[in-house]
């Protein structure tokens, strides 16, 4: 393939890409898109320019525009997030957790954290960031029933293994972590308390799921693009008074973590965060009357969806099983529902222990549908279609044709200053 096609070929897939979404029903719980006016920011100038450093205090010429874009950005975020600290300029989640790790452990030192098999996140683990910081890992016993630590038996090993750094959070994440109690704990042993918000920040800056840095929390850290509405990218944020400490968070992300750190995703941040000061208690409240709303209306549709007997879901995850324990039935099920225009991921159950062949969950987010107008109502239409592929086993194309229809209600983004295309072309 000579250049020329090849350019073509890429560009079409780009724009195919796009065409897919605005026909299908989009659920990767990771996943959101772009306001107009943070879609401007990041499509601009600033995608290929260098500003190292932090803002009035910079290693190249030519930064004074971009320093009153991050300045804005980092005040905007401490109101955001009620913080004392933020740094806005890490190029994702996992970078955020990484610079984390440099700035509050050294290599050797103990931390105990979320098995990825209960729902930890991998950079949680020694795959990880955490095994390329060189940490020492003990994983929380697990309550299956509550989806979360078991607190008790987690007060123990905290006290026991006296952990430098004590992580919480989760990539799935239905529940608030019971956060106060295990940070009174780690704190008597002299530990620092991360929490990876990734997932959940924009709940958190909305005041709908928990407050980790009032819970105990030294240093949280976050997606900017997962249920807070932004481009790809992190944040690192802490309530302390520390300027010891902030310098540390500084360091570890410039020149710790990043070198250049994607200008047009910070001003696409600054954005979003604008956007989400004024916009963001009612879209995080949606977003979990939503998630709540499709546990209740797959159940009735007669799926086993995790955690009934607590609601569901806190968050804006819902979580399904499909079968016994690595029996293959999350990944299979994903696939049908593509097959019919919804978009999943197969995820990981209580009891499963094949991460990639033998999944017998799904993971189910609603950030995106949220985003583009859809309530509680459609959520029980998006439980009847899936019904429909999964238990009715209805011809996939029949199903597909019917939620493209369905889908084209739901174009445009909302919760934004300039509302748009939800899934512009190029």
């Known amino acids: 393939m000579n250049p020329r096609d090849a350019t073509s070929k890429i560009l079409q897939a780009v724009d195919d890409s796009g065409n897919h979404y605005r026909h299908s029903i989009p659920m990767i719980a990771s996943e959101n898109i772009l306001s107009p006016l943070v879609r401007r920011a990041c499509d601009s100038d600033l995608h290929g320019r260098y500003a190292e450093g932090l803002p009035g205090k910079r290693y190249y010429q030519g930064c004074d525009d971009f320093d009153t874009i991050e300045e804005i950005g980092i ?169 010891t400490l902030h310098k540390r968070l500084n360091n570890s992300i410039f020149p710790g973590a990043c070198s250049s750190y994607h200008l047009h995703h910070v001003a696409g941040k600054a954005v979003a965060l604008a956007e989400f000061e004024q916009f963001g208690e009612d ?74 062949s033998g999944p017998s969950g799904l993971r189910l987010g609603v950030p995106e549908l949220t985003r583009v107008g859809m309530g509680v109502d459609e959520m029980q239409d998006v439980a009847r279609f899936f019904a429909r592929a999964l238990i009715n086993k209805e011809e996939p194309s029949i199903v597909k044709s019917e939620v493209s229809t369905f889908k084209s209600d739901f174009q445009t983004v909302r919760y934004c200053f300039e509302e748009g295309p939800a899934y512009p072309g190029i």
Request: hydrophobic content about 35%; aromatic content about 6%; glycine content about 12%.
């Open 75 to 243: 005040e905007t975020a401490r109101r955001v997030f009620d913080c004392n600290f933020a740094n806005i300029q890490s190029t994702s989640g996992t970078v955020s957790n990484i610079a984390a790790l440099k700035a509050l452990s050294k290599p050797g030192d103990t931390i105990t954290a979320v098995s990825t098999a209960d729902g930890g996140h991998i950079s949680h683990a020694r795959m990880g960031a955490v095994g390329v910081r060189g940490l020492n890992l003990v994983t929380y016993p697990w309550d299956e029933e509550r989806m979360e630590p078991d607190i008790d038996a987690s007060l123990s090993l905290i006290r026991d293994n006296e952990p430098n750094l004590v992580l919480f959070g989760q990539s799935v994440f239905l529940f608030p972590t019971p956060l106060r109690e295990l940070s009174d704990a780690a704190h008597e042993v002299g530990s620092r308390v991360m929490y990876d918000g990734a997932h959940v920040l924009g709940l958190i800056a909305g005041g709908v799921f928990q407050d980790p840095l009032r819970e105990g929390a030294d240093v949280m850290t976050g997606s900017s693009h997962k249920t807070f509405p932004g481009p790809q990218g992190g944040f690192l944020l802490s309530d302390s008074e520390d300027a």
């Open 283 to 356: 879209y995080a409240s949606d977003i979990v009357k939503n998630a709540k709303a499709l546990g209740a209306a797959l159940s009735s549709e007669g799926f086993d969806v995790i955690a009934e007997e607590r609601g569901y879901t806190e968050s804006h995850q819902v979580l399904t099983r499909h079968g016994g324990p690595d029996s293959g039935s999350g990944m299979r099920a994903a696939q049908t529902l593509e097959d019919c225009g919804i978009i999943t991921n197969m995820n990981m159950l209580p009891g499963d222990t094949k991460a990639m």
